[in-house]
């Protein structure tokens, strides 16, 4: 028994099995795979961008990109005392989309989400799109390297959900530059020096932009 | 299945400074549009239209058939179109729905009404029996602008098709076989669609912007520039100088589609 299995990985007898197509990883004598596709596992904790498809007596029902139904309360997005007989579409209406956290994950998989910390709020404006949720700790980066870098070159906000849904605002030319940044990153998230070439990706691209103008 | 993001505040927005969610121009197709033809060879004629992302197949059927008793001496025409569930995740299998029916109807008016097929020749013996031409529209990936990719891949496909060989005293078909014989082709009518978001219009709609528009028209127009059909889509109205403006963006569209399509087409024969 030299190795031990970690993540995504079984023992038969001697051997130990990958359950899923990822790629390799060692550290010490735990062997876990990074998968390469797959759904994502709602985890306390995570931050995450959803969308609210319907409204309830007590709260919001928001799709969260999971299988499972996932609730944010009243009394978890907001400090503001909520009149019993208040408008809740008002607040947040059906089709907005909200970073929120998730507080609560019940043995059935039903998700409790939160909206009260800082950085969680309604979105207003910019533009969302979607990325395979298991490239997002590539496209966030070592200590949030990679994101800090694409915010810093194209002066956008990003906010990163871990279920692959990602929300960015600037203006419309620097908007799109992060989107391609980022769906470069995720194309090539197993290279290695990505960082580098995306400072250089994205200095190249800036200069291209400004001698058009 | 995970649906669709729509950004349509956005699209709103940007539309009114002239702008788009992708960066294109108002009035820009996505590229590369890509016209194949023969693809299929079971098909009499078919064709592999590509815009951007979006990817079309249009398969033409000839068969024999007695004619309509209002029109004894001419063949016919059908269009049916399926949205393919794989193409896009709203697409559910089953019976065509209002879309596929919509689609099915553009492309064939477009045809029809531009008498872009010379009926009369299509007949063999008046009042019994005549060819049909089946042009079938399915989609292979829906990524926004069905209208245009299909009316371009039935165009392209009744191009490239060839009449099967028949036997003219017995009517029967060896479909195995192909003449040299091309459809009687009159005119080519080609279909573009202007979509109206925010008070300004723009061509070429990708998905997202399809759920954000205010209205749009698809305008099939032939060679001389001779508009054969025109649909209206989308819950605004249209005003006169507004559809008058759609249609002028709509005829030059067509140029731009119908260089590319000769270009395309020579480009397969060589």
Known sequence: MDYLPGDNTYREDEKIYSKVLGLVGLSGRVIRVTPLSGPYIPRVGDKIIGKVIDITMSGWRVDTETAYSALLNVKDATTRYIKKEEDLSKLIAVGDYVIVKIINVTSQNLIDLSMKEPGLFPIKGGRVIRINNQKVPRVIGKQGSMITLIKNKTNCEITVGQNGVIWIRGTSENELLAVRAIKLVEERSHQEGLTEKMEKF???NLKAEVASS | MPKMILNKET????????????????LEYREPIQIETN???TAEGSARVQIGETVVLAGVKMSLDKPYNDTPDEGGIMVNAELLPLSNPDYEPGPPGIKAVELARVTDRGIRESKAIDLKKLCLQPGEKAWFVTIDIITLNDAGNLFDASTLAALAALKSARFPVADPATGAI???QKTEERLPLLKEPVGVTVCKINGNFLVDPSSEEEQAYDARLSVASDDKGAISAIQKGGDAPLSIEEVSQMIDIALDKAKFLRKILSKELGKNQK
């Open chain 1, 202 to 204: 994205l200095d190249e």
């Open chain 2, 11 to 26: 699209i709103a927005q940007l539309s009114k400074e002239n702008q788009r969610l992708d960066g294109r121009g108002m």
């Open chain 2, 39 to 41: 693809i299929s060879w």
């Open chain 2, 174 to 176: 060896d479909y195995r």
